[in-house]
Antibody
Framework: QLQLQESGPGLVKPSETLSLTCTVS??????????WGWIRQPPGKGLEWIGN???????YYNPSLKSRVTISVDTSKNQFSLRLNSVTAADTAVYYC???????????WGQGTLVTVSS | EIVLTQSPATLSLSPGERVTLSCRAS??????LAWYQQKPGQAPRLLIY???NRATGIPARFSGSGSGTDFTLTISSLQPDDFATYYC????????FGQGTKVEIK
């Protein structure tokens, strides 16, 4: 059974960079034609797609976040990562990593990790 | 950006009732639409993809329909475990989510 687990700091200061890693277990990221993604959810609000990456490094980013987001992959560690720079309080959210069915929708999800932006 | 509008925002229902949730896209997304269920403190769970295909392990009481701009998620007989928030998501142009419909106990 494929499992995903987010990790990283739970508190980030305004204007700094949020960095999270998703570790995949129970399967290899480089087998099959799958995309991997990041989604976030501010407290009490809905879901927002951040971006997706293919195991060969191809990326798609939400246009509203594109200038601040970088998603990378390390298949040797079976991990992919999110960096979001110049954060503000509006970036406070639960951040989820997920595996897509092909390039379409999010089939497997991590449990999510709350990141709070505050000084 | 394709905007998905879900209605209603909240539904108050009793177990056993039939549920119909709506998702409308600001432009055609063909059948590139998925539905998710989310319970408090949990990650979303994929229910339906390609508008009408049930994901692995999803009970037959969940069904999806629609194409173009108008989509529906139907729960044929609401079970106690089904009280949750439901989101639609399109993958025609990038990926976007609707704002959700909360199904609560009446």
């Amino acid at each position: 059974q494929l499992q995903l687990q987010e990790s990283g700091p739970g508190l980030v200061k305004p204007s700094e960079t949020l960095s999270l890693t998703c570790t995949v277990s129970g399967g290899s990221m480089s087998s099959g034609s799958y995309y991997w993604g990041w989604i976030r959810q501010p407290p009490g609000k809905g879901l927002e797609w951040i971006g997706n990456i293919y195991h060969r490094g191809n990326t798609y980013y939400n246009p509203s976040l594109k200038s601040r987001v970088t998603i990378s992959v390390d298949t040797s560690k079976n991990q992919f990562s999110l960096r979001l720079n110049s954060v503000t309080a509006a970036d406070t959210a639960v951040y989820y990593c997920a595996k897509l069915i092909g390039t379409i929708c999010f089939e497997y999800w991590g449990q999510g990790t709350l990141v709070t932006v505050s000084s | 950006e394709i905007v998905l509008t879900q209605s209603p925002a909240t539904l108050s229902l009793s177990p056993g009732e039939r549920v119909t949730l709506s998702c409308r896209a600001s432009e055609s997304v063909s059948n590139y639409l998925a539905w998710y269920q989310q319970k408090p403190g949990q990650a979303p769970r994929l229910l339906i993809y390609d508008a009408s295909n049930r994901a692995t392990g999803i009970p037959a009481r969940f069904s999806g329909s629609g194409s173009g701009t108008d989509f529906t998620l139907t729960i044929s007989s609401l079970q106690p475990d089904d009280f949750a928030t439901y989101y639609c998501q399109q993958y025609d142009t990038y990926w976007t989510f609707g704002q959700g419909t909360k199904v609560e106990i009446k």
